[in-house]
């Protein structure tokens, strides 16, 4: 049963472009929702995360809107970057230290 | 302060055998959690030890066990080894008391099961 769909699957953008990836939920007991970055044989690292209390969350170049009426969310990533080429997945608990429900996944290219 | 660290990096078992992967926690962290990753897909949730207390476990079966040390360190135990058991495994830490205390992965475990 899966919990978060995230779309799309991957994502092809050229260098100083912002790609979007977005994640829907199903369970309205869920109010953590992270995001993760994870390159080829490494463990998935913890970008930004936002709790349902606010719409939008900014750091660096990584915003995370949120939608909590749609129960949506979405990941931005502003000017990006050939080095932020990697596969992001989102992520949903019932409270931060709580079991993760992950999305799918997507692959991005950044192309220079 | 010492981020996550799983042992070994990969692991190549047969059909049937049991294999044990271990996990340190990040200084600090009270809490770990285990999680399979299939090629292609996102990390699925097998289960979370706090304080050496199993405290949920996802949808797998008995043959997945864990343990957690008094140093907070941890074990994730399988047994009867099956194809579909090929993955990466990976341990989360994070700090239990406290719901405002994110997860931090581990570089993970990848094991083919032949």
């Known amino acids: 049963q899966q919990q978060v769909k995230q779309s799309p699957q991957s994502l092809i953008v050229q260098k100083g472009g912002i790609p979007i990836i977005n994640c829907a939920y199903e369970n309205t007991a869920f109010d953590y929702f992270p995001w993760y970055q994870q390159f080829p044989g490494k463990g998935p690292a913890l970008l930004i995360a936002i709790r349902p209390d606010v719409s939008e969350k900014k750091e660096g170049r990584f915003t995370i809107s949120f939608n909590k009426s749609a129960k949506q969310f979405s990941l931005h990533i502003m000017d990006s970057q050939p080095g932020d080429s990697a596969t992001y997945f989102c992520?949903?608990?019932?409270?931060?230290?709580?079991?993760?429900?992950f999305g799918g996944g997507t692959r991005l290219m950044v192309k220079p | 302060e010492t981020g996550v660290t799983q042992s070994p990096t990969h692991l190549i078992k047969t059909r049937g055998q049991q294999v044990t992967l271990r996990c340190s926690s990040q200084s600090g962290h009270n809490t770990v959690s285990w999680y399979q990753q299939a090629l292609g897909q996102g990390p699925q949730f097998i289960f979370q030890y706090y304080r050496e207390e199993e405290n949920g476990r996802g949808n797998f079966p008995p043959r997945f066990s864990g343990l957690q040390f008094p140093n907070y360190s941890s074990e994730l135990n399988v047994n009867a080894l099956e194809l579909d058991d090929s993955a990466l495994y990976l341990c989360?830490?994070?700090?239990?008391?406290?719901?405002?205390?994110?997860?931090?992965f581990g570089p993970g475990t990848r094991l083919t099961v032949l």
């Open positions: 992520a949903a608990s019932k409270s931060a230290g709580n079991m993760l429900t």
């Open positions: 989360a830490s994070s700090f239990g008391g406290s719901s405002y205390n994110e997860q931090f």
